[in-house]
Nanobody, 121 residues
């Protein structure tokens, strides 16, 4: 089994910064892509940023220039540095990972439980 645990969310004023962390653990042989999504109240979940195992990144237009995704493959961890936060960035932030398990199966996509980010204006 594989678990993803997010941390780093919280309450911040507009213009501030937060750094989210998502650590994967369990029966992992390799992780392909990792990504951050978010879901605001009453809205659908949307992609924020993604990163391939080799480091190629992809960002939603609404975070370009403000957010940076990175990963540490040795730690099976992905990060999201969020700067210049806006009230509209408020939501529950989820990470996911496409995992090849220890038995060679997959990739399978796993999700974390989410971490709340609230930006006050």
């Amino acid at each position: 089994q594989v678990q993803l645990v997010e941390s780093g969310g919280g309450l911040v004023q507009a213009g501030g910064s937060l750094r989210l962390t998502c650590a994967a653990s369990g029966s992992i042989s390799r992780i392909n892509a990792m990504a951050w999504y978010r879901q605001a109240p009453g809205k659908q979940r949307e992609l924020v940023a993604a990163i391939a195992s080799g480091g190629y990144t992809n960002y939603a237009d609404f975070v370009k220039g403000r957010f940076t995704i990175s990963r540490d493959n040795a730690k099976n961890t992905v990060y999201l540095q969020m700067n210049s936060l806006k009230a509209e960035d408020t939501g529950l932030y989820y990470c996911n990972a496409d995992v090849i398990n220890s038995y060679g199966g997959g990739p399978f996509r796993y999700w974390g439980q989410g971490t709340q980010v609230t930006v006050s204006s």
